[in-house]
């Protein structure tokens, strides 16, 4: 798999029916390894081990409702509270990321009403903080760590 943008993690892979897999600490199970899936890998590794987020608060691949649609967010990260923290976007390293994709995940989180977002192909990586009263997002550096929230 390409080298991302992120500092290196080591990671637990099996073959599994003539494909890789690779160990997904938050689903507790082997996931096959595409490039969106090394890039999920990655930010969630990220989240654990530079951001400090505790590993109970972080969840990957759900199912959601948006506009009576079925979707699947990538990562999110909940507050002490239950109210969402953070609201992850994950391509994989060939894809572009451009205002469609800030565009999905802001239908997202109309329904999921996280106070940041982060938008990344594993090379690229943005971040954004909500601003509901006015309707948009600024963009940041970098997001925060959990112990400053």
Known sequence: MQKLNFPSYSF???????KVAIFDEIRKKFIILTPEEWVRQHVVSFLLEEKKYPKSYINVEKL???NDLNKRYDVVVFQPNGDLFLL???KAPGVKITQDTFDQIARYNLTLKAEYLMVTNGLNHYFCQMDFENEKYHFLK???DFTTK
Not at 12 to 18: T, V
């Open 12 to 18: 637990r892979f099996k073959n599994s029916e003539n």
């Open 88 to 90: 992850v976007e994950c």
């Open 142 to 144: 970098e997001l925060p």
């Open 64 to 66: 959601i409702k948006v």
